[in-house]
């Protein structure tokens, strides 16, 4: 009984976490059927669906440092569902600016990746999100060996610096959001490194 209702209590919270994730495209839907997206809606759109990419990343990293201090391992399991949005958030990003913005002229998009250095760093973390995206199976895990799969994911520690500097050189007047989420990653990369050496110190030389 006791095994069924924390199965029950465990799908209730994926169902809670697949839900929030969703939940900030199907508001910008609404506000954009309901004409509440701006003077630019097109820049609107593309703009809010890069910065939840961006967010749901920050989630993803929070995420191994709380189940650890609340003593909840089994927060883990939603790593991966939250970051598998990340990234869909980061592709639909993506394609409303090729799509909407350049009406498909990838003449244009290559011009652009060429010569502006925001859209240079957000291409290049799209990239190196693919892999991620690609291997984030138990499969995967199995084909690669776990520590090659978690030596390939690391590079999460290089694409959201990326995603943070694309997004500071993207905006022009109010620089306070991209800063606040380097913070945040520094402050996770801080505790990483302090959980790296608290385990130093306690293997046995």
């Not at 991966?80 to 949005?85: N, P």
């Not at 995206?133 to 959201?160: D, E, K």
């Amino acid at each position: 009984m006791s095994k069924r209702l924390s199965k029950t209590q465990d799908n209730a919270v994926y169902a809670g976490v697949w839900l929030a994730c969703f939940a900030p495209l199907a508001w910008l839907a609404w506000r954009g059927f309901s004409g509440d997206l701006g003077a630019n809606p097109i820049e609107t759109l593309i703009r809010q669906l890069g910065v939840w990419g961006l967010r749901l990343l920050l989630v993803g990293l929070v995420i191994t440092p709380a189940a650890r201090i609340l003593r909840k391992p089994r927060l883990v399991r939603f790593r991966r569902t939250i970051g598998l949005f990340a990234f869909a958030y980061v592709t639909l990003h993506l394609f409303s600016y090729i799509g909407i913005d350049l009406f498909f002229d990838f003449g244009q998009l290559w011009k652009d990746i060429l010569k502006r250095p925001f859209i240079t760093l957000g291409m290049l973390a799209f990239v190196l999100l693919i892999p991620l995206a690609v291997t984030s199976t138990n499969g995967w895990v199995i084909r690669m060996g776990r520590a090659a799969w978690q030596r390939l994911h690391w590079l999460i520690y290089l694409i959201v610096p990326l995603g943070v500097a694309h997004y500071y050189l993207l905006v022009k007047a109010d620089h306070r959001p991209p800063l606040v989420y380097g913070a945040v990653f520094l402050a996770l990369m801080g505790w990483r490194v302090w959980e790296l050496r608290k385990r130093a110190q306690q293997t046995p030389a």
